[in-house]
């Protein structure tokens, strides 16, 4: 029976080219709009935070509310290191589409990795894709491991989800 590595599993990835060069300017100030999204519609007071994932515990960078469409706005003055793994999470809100009370079980993530879009959307699938491909680097709510291994399970979230639209 053949067995691959983990090592040759990451060595076969960087030299099929899957894991593209991102990294975050070394001055840059990091800008994130997007939406909160359950079931199609928005999450109206979300807690939405951004996140630096390293072999550490992560560091919250920003967070933020959506508003009562899902929206929110995050920015942060704080530069990431050039080869950590940013993530955002969101907690609780409002399902629009339900008439209902703050859902403190709401929880969604998005993986960005170190390139930041311009606009993101969280909801269902963006969790399902990033929880798949970080899921030996997933320590309760936390993610960290080895930057190799964040970098290349970043690298590998958009094969499953387009960040910007979630589809």
Same mark, same amino acid.
């Given at each position: 029976m053949l067995e691959i590595s983990r090592s040759q599993i990451a060595a076969l990835l960087l030299g099929a080219g899957l894991v593209g060069s991102t990294t975050v300017a070394a001055s840059a100030a990091v800008s994130i709009a997007g939406r909160v999204q359950a079931g199609g519609g928005? #999450?109206? &007071?979300?807690? /939405?935070?951004?996140w630096t994932a390293s072999a550490a515990e992560p560091r919250q960078l920003a967070q933020t509310r959506a508003g009562s469409d899902g929206r929110f706005s995050l920015r942060t003055d704080a530069t990431p290191a050039s080869d950590a793994t940013l993530y955002l999470?969101?907690?609780?809100?409002?399902?629009?589409?339900k008439v209902s009370d703050d859902n403190a079980?709401?929880?969604?993530?998005? #993986?960005? &990795?170190?390139? /930041?879009?311009?606009?993101?959307?969280?909801?269902?699938?963006t969790t399902v894709a990033s929880v798949w491909t970080h899921n030996q680097f997933i320590d309760g709510a936390a993610i960290k491991g080895?930057?190799?291994?964040?970098?290349?399970a970043a690298g590998n979230v958009p094969s499953f989800v387009d960040l910007q639209t979630a589809g």
């Open positions: 928005p #999450v109206a &007071g979300s807690t /939405v935070t951004l999470t969101a907690k609780g809100g409002v399902p629009i589409s079980a709401i929880a969604f993530l998005t #993986v960005l &990795g170190n390139k /930041v879009p311009a606009e993101v959307t969280i909801n269902e699938l080895h930057a190799l291994g964040l970098k290349i």
